[in-house]
């Protein structure tokens, strides 16, 4: 009856989400950015790179998230842990087992009465005993005996939960489900967004492979010109050598731009499953829509959308649980056990009157002495709880500050874009301005290769840009949550 009655009592804090400076905005008001918006509380939806409008990467994103190795070793450390949470449940109920013990057994005579003795059907079981020498008995003295006894029985033991052990360790692995569910959830976000930013960086490498090599064969031809112009006298050597550099310099940047773009087809290829001799589709910079409207949530919901930042937060609940679970083992601990069964030398006879026997068993433990285990137990789970609520803030922290950077690279992309389309167009109007000299005969045909290798340079830097713009906006999707809260769960 004391154990039911302090049943309802729990050992150790329970949790409470510590206070945490929310600011009101991420450091600064959003610039005015053109071709795109901010929507302030707009929801995220969970399939975000659908915006983008790239049927390729759809479908890459779909493959991924059913053949990818990450995903699949996350949903079974979920499943793992809901298999421990079930099995913790299993501690709140008695258990009941059932056990058969048949054996043979030959007692030395030596022992005497250490023999089952009369059985419930008259039979006797019992090592003989003859006269002693001293009464002027004769050797052998005593004789073994061997017999068979059958013994079954069903136990039934059952702790009580009197002061809520078994309830925070229940607490503790609930939370530590919550954790892989929000790892699982950050891992399907995580994997998107690295696909994403892949494919974003193949359609770059692609463009940038293209202009190079149209760089290459501008440079090859202002060479061919430079060797006829030398021929005919019309300038030095000095001035070959310097084009026969600058085909040169044309000629490197494409190795490394060719093994970026075989390393990142390889990269592409993993987070989505395929066999490293496997085809990936192929992007382009221009098939890409870039979002018009961007979602903007206020700091206060963050902290609810974030998986990293819930996942910190059921840690930290895991860590106030153990601090219970570590007091509560130095208070009484408490057991009922129960056996009922039969004995007997024959299988058939174990249920008769003479054979049937049970016990029942209450107990109750106190540790007096354990040179200050348990309390330095307790001592390091409050410490656990400590960093607990430190990391917990410093994820906070950074999730905001992840926003913040992203926020500032949008703003700043913005700029840069039109800088570098300003930039493109100015090198555009000199080619058609060279090209009319040229036709005039004002300007060499040296002259307009310049132009064209200027233009080129521009679209270099503009493709660039346009890559940036598209990466920062998918990197605002995943640092906002990733709409994981939209997602069937199976």
Known sequence: MLAIQ????????????PALAVPQTYGAAPAVIAAQRYVMQQDIQNNWWTLFKS???????????????????AEAALRAAQENVYAQQGYFYPTVQA???????KVAGNLGGNSPGVQGNGSVISAKQNTPASEGGTAPFNAPVIYNFHTAQLTVAYTPDVFGANRRQLES????????????????????????AAAFQDALLRRQMAVV???????????????????????????????QGALAQSRQLLPALQKQFEQ?????????????????????????????????????????QRPD????????????????????????????????????SQFGQMFWTSGKFFDLTASVTQSLFDAGTLKHRESAAHESLKGAVATYRSTVATAFQNVADVLHAINADSGTLQTAVDARDA????????????????????ALIVAGQNLRQAELQLAQAQASQLGDTAALFQALGGGWWHRKED
């Open 55 to 73: 049927a390729e990467l759809n479908a890459l994103i779909e493959q991924a998230w059913s053949a990818n190795p990450g995903i699949e070793a």
């Open 264 to 304: 990142n087809r390889d990269l592409l290829r993993v987070l989505a499953g395929i066999p490293v001799d496997g085809e990936v589709p192929g992007f382009a910079l221009a098939s890409f829509h870039l979002p018009e409207e961007l979602p903007l949530t206020l700091p206060s919901s963050l902290v609810e």
């Open 213 to 243: 090599n149209e760089m290459i064969e501008a440079n090859q031809l202002a060479l061919a010109l430079a060797q006829r112009q030398l021929k005919a006298g019309y300038i030095s050597r000095l001035e070959l050598s310097a084009q």
């Open 99 to 105: 056990g058969y013990t048949p054996a043979r057994t």
């Open 309 to 344: 930042v819930r996942a910190a937060e059921e840690a930290l609940r895991s860590a106030s649980a153990e601090v219970g679970i570590a007091r509560a083992a130095r208070l009484p601990q408490f057991s009922i056990s129960g056996s009922a069964g039969g004995a007997a």
């Open 6 to 17: 302090l049943a309802g009592c729990a050992a150790g804090p329970d949790y409470q989400r």
């Open 427 to 446: 090198a555009r109007a000199a080619v058609d301005i060279t090209e009319r000299q040229h036709a005039h005969g004002a300007q060499d045909r040296l």
């Open 173 to 196: 692995l609930q939370a530590q489900q919550q954790i892989q569910r929000f790892e699982l959830e950050a891992a399907y976000v995580t994997l998107a967004s690295n696909i994403v």
